[in-house]
């Protein structure tokens, strides 16, 4: 004889089922945590004998409400001759056994960078499979790695979850260049057409401030971590820093972003024109002149108005024209000026290289040795076409 199950017996069960599951994997998550360290992010930087590696332990007491009151993180620095040799003399001194595959940021000090170039490390991060392959990298801008991944941060405990939270935003105005992971470096270091940019991050106040836990029982912080804009490397070693206002700017002639604010100036009048929702399109042409590659870059933006604060007019088409044209002049303008920046100091990062090689491969291979010294001086025209989605509920006259 057949049982009959009505619905509501069925989803019975099936609640007291998930209520058990949830139990048990609370348990085994638990019990795990309480067997391993958990390493939040890395920090490595160059030392007399090698290297400084630093691992940020993640404290699981922090997030229950009787830990309230507990550290985020725990931090253990070593120097050593390699880097896998430091991790394994932290691991001497911890213990349990440290978990590599959770880790979210590798933070690279400014002088390794600069004297040792980003190469090595990121071939050991390629070579190493206990870490994650979607890892992604900052650079510490005016503080070593060691001592930034040790500062309270307000609100987020851990400093490299801090870290994975800024770039996820910061990737509205930077596109996939906030996304920098091992695989997509080592790919534009073996291709060495396109100079290689990292996001960088900085810190805000007096470092022994931050390093105090009272930095983060305040109403205001004294010390902050803020999200830079991008490093420029020359021969994969770091060159020079662009802002945040010059990254943004370059990112949208270099990837498609999506979502971005940019701030342009209200002609000859005192005050502010604010674009929410910008998204970009760029796009590099090649050109010859007598011989001489030269490119056109094409950046076509559209937004929307988020603020006037200016006697500026957007009730008619005409006026709507005017303003698209004023914000594509100023844009043109700012834009050349980073190029000749990057010129000057012979970085390729827009990728006119990239496109010369793919338009006219032969031509690359005869001139790639000398890129560096023609990229100087070749010419380079923009054009930028802006246009305007919305203009808000009024306008501003």
Not at 178 to 198: C, P, W, Y
Not at 229 to 237: E, I, P
Not at 328 to 342: D, V
Request: aromatic share 8%; glycine share 6%.
């Amino acid at each position: 004889m057949k049982r009959k199950f009505s619905k509501s017996k069925i989803t019975l069960y099936l609640i007291i089922g998930l209520v058990i599951a949830n139990i048990v994997g609370k348990f085994v998550q638990d019990s795990m945590l309480n067997k391993i360290y958990i390493i939040s992010a890395i920090g490595i930087d160059k030392s007399k004998k090698g290297y400084v590696t630093t691992l940020q332990i993640y404290n699981p007491a922090s997030n229950t409400k009787e830990g309230s009151s507990e550290q985020g993180q725990y931090t253990y620095s070593v120097q050593s001759r390699t880097i896998p040799e430091a991790i394994n003399l932290i691991h001497n001194r911890l213990p349990r056994a440290i978990f590599l595959d959770e880790t979210e940021v590798a933070v690279i000090g400014e002088s390794l960078a600069k004297s040792e170039g980003i190469s090595p490390v990121v071939q050991y991060f390629m070579r190493e499979s206990s870490f994650p392959s979607n890892i992604r990298f900052v650079l510490s801008k005016g503080v070593k790695p060691d001592e930034m991944l040790r500062i309270f941060t307000p609100v987020q405990k851990i400093s490299g979850s801090r870290f994975e939270e800024m770039l996820n935003r910061k990737r509205e105005s930077l596109g996939e260049l906030s996304n920098m992971t091992a695989d997509k470096i080592m790919g534009m270091l073996k291709q060495n057409r396109t100079e290689l940019t990292i996001p960088y991050v900085t810190m805000k106040g007096k470092l022994s401030k931050g390093l105090l836990k009272g930095n983060i029982e305040k109403a205001t912080p004294d010390v902050i971590l803020e999200m830079g804009g991008l490093a420029v490397f020359q021969h994969q070693r770091l060159a020079y820093w662009l802002t945040s206002a010059e990254s943004t700017l370059y990112a949208l002639t270099r990837v498609k972003v999506q979502d971005t604010t940019l701030v342009t100036k209200c002609g000859k009048q005192p005050g502010y024109v604010t674009w929410k929702d910008v998204r970009s399109k760029p796009d590099i042409h090649l050109q010859d002149r007598k011989g001489v590659p030269s490119f056109l870059l094409l950046v076509k933006l559209k937004g929307k108005l988020a603020d006037v604060s200016c006697q500026k007019d957007t009730s008619t088409v005409q006026a709507i024209a005017r303003l698209e044209h004023d914000t594509e002049h100023q844009l043109q303008n700012q834009i050349n000026q980073l190029i000749g920046k990057t010129q000057n100091k012979r970085t390729d990062i827009a990728g006119f290289a990239e496109t010369l090689y793919r338009k006219q491969p032969e031509r690359w291979r005869r001139i790639k040795n000398n890129w560096d010294s023609l990229y100087s001086t070749i010419p380079i025209r923009t054009k930028v076409r802006v246009d305007l989605l919305d203009t808000g509920d009024s306008s501003s006259q």
